[in-house]
């Protein structure tokens, strides 16, 4: 499967919302969340589109060659 940084991007962003939508309609009644549980969520979060991120297979060509230069 070739994948262009587009695609990869809009793929990740779209698993994004749809985790987002599933978590809010999961949420039956509103409440203020503790801290420690928007921290616990956002970190399950992250971990979870890093984990599909890593399952890509983004071949070396499609970055660009560019350089940093201070």
């Known amino acids: 499967m070739k994948l262009t940084?587009?695609?990869l991007a809009a793929m990740v962003s779209a698993t994004a919302t749809a985790l987002h939508h599933a978590q809010a309609q999961a949420q039956t009644e509103p409440r203020a969340a503790a801290p420690a549980d928007e921290l616990q969520a956002a970190r399950e979060r992250l971990k979870a589109n890093s984990d599909l991120m890593a399952q890509q297979q983004v071949?070396?060509?499609t970055e660009p060659a560019f350089q940093f230069k201070a």
Do not use: I
Request: glycine share 0%; net charge positive; hydrophobic share 35%.
């Open 5 to 7: 940084r587009r695609q």
């Open 59 to 61: 071949p070396m060509a």
